[in-house]
Every structure is written in C-alpha cells, then in structure tokens.
C-alpha cells in the first residue's frame, strides 16, 4: 500500500474520469456507481443527490471503497482507495468544487468535443437531472489507503 497523498496516485487521479464508489446497504450488500469526481485538496469528491442509495448507504457505514480506471494509461491497472465518506451539503464547497469539475469533464478539449458530438441529447439530459430531483450535494471521501490492483483476465 502506499499513500493516497503520493505523486504517484495523484498523477492516476489526473488521468481517470469515473469513479466506482462502493458502498454497503443497511441489508449489508454492495453497492457500486460510478460516477464523476474531483480531487481536491487530498480528499475525492463526488456529486450526487440526498436521496441516492450511495449517500443512504454511506449514512449508515462510512467505510468505502474507491475503483479508478485510468482510461489513457495501461489497461487492467485499477487504483482502489479505502476511506471514509460523508455527504455534504455545505455551499462553500459548491463554489470550489463546481468549477473544478466544470473545468475537468465540460471544458477539456475532449470535454467540449463530447459536448458538442452530443448536442442533441441536451433535452434527454435536463429531464433525466430534473426526474431525478431532491437536494444535491458532495460525497466527501477522505482516502486512508491506496493500493494499484490488477483486473483479473
């Protein structure tokens, strides 16, 4: 294992897009969801509604697992992180993490490409987002441990 602060992990972190979350129901199964993230500040971020299952999952057992694929580097190589999460929904957040992930999904070259190819599906879009109301906020993950795994083959 190695730290989730070293170069190393940070520099995967830079290079993936999606995160796995892996969370335990109250029932005690696994639950995962993939979903965008930030890094900032040592801790991972995510966005999501109050009601999901991750945030009710998480309530209940703090302790998650993080998978991050890194889509432009070796294929089968996975960074997991263990850490514990909490949902937040302070605004001060909003205004440093919202920007980030506008930064790294929306205006990347191949962010902005995406967009447009998909122009659209905007309509799709916005109905999915507001069927699926309820207070937003942050999952904040504050990592523990780190470790690369390998996929099996």
Do not use: C
Request: aromatic share 12%; no cysteine; proline share 5%.
């Amino acid at each position: 294992m190695i730290s989730p602060r070293h170069r190393t992990v940070k520099r995967f972190l830079r290079r993936a897009k999606v995160v796995h979350i892996a969370t335990l129901s109250p029932a005690g199964n696994a639950d995962l969801v993939p979903l965008w993230f930030v890094f900032f500040r040592g801790r991972v971020y995510m966005g999501t509604r109050a009601e999901s299952a991750v945030v009710r999952d998480l309530i209940q057992n703090p302790e998650v697992a993080l998978l991050f694929h890194d889509e432009s580097g070796r294929a089968g190589r996975v960074l997991r992180v263990r850490g514990r999460a909490s949902f937040r929904r302070d605004g001060r957040f909003r205004f440093a993490v919202y920007p980030l992930a506008v930064f790294r999904y929306f205006l990347a070259p191949g962010g902005m490409r995406n967009a447009l190819a998909n122009r659209r599906k905007l309509a799709l879009r916005s109905l999915y987002y507001r069927e699926r109301g309820g207070e937003s906020g942050f999952i904040e993950v504050v990592p523990e441990t780190a470790e690369f795994v390998k996929l099996p083959s």
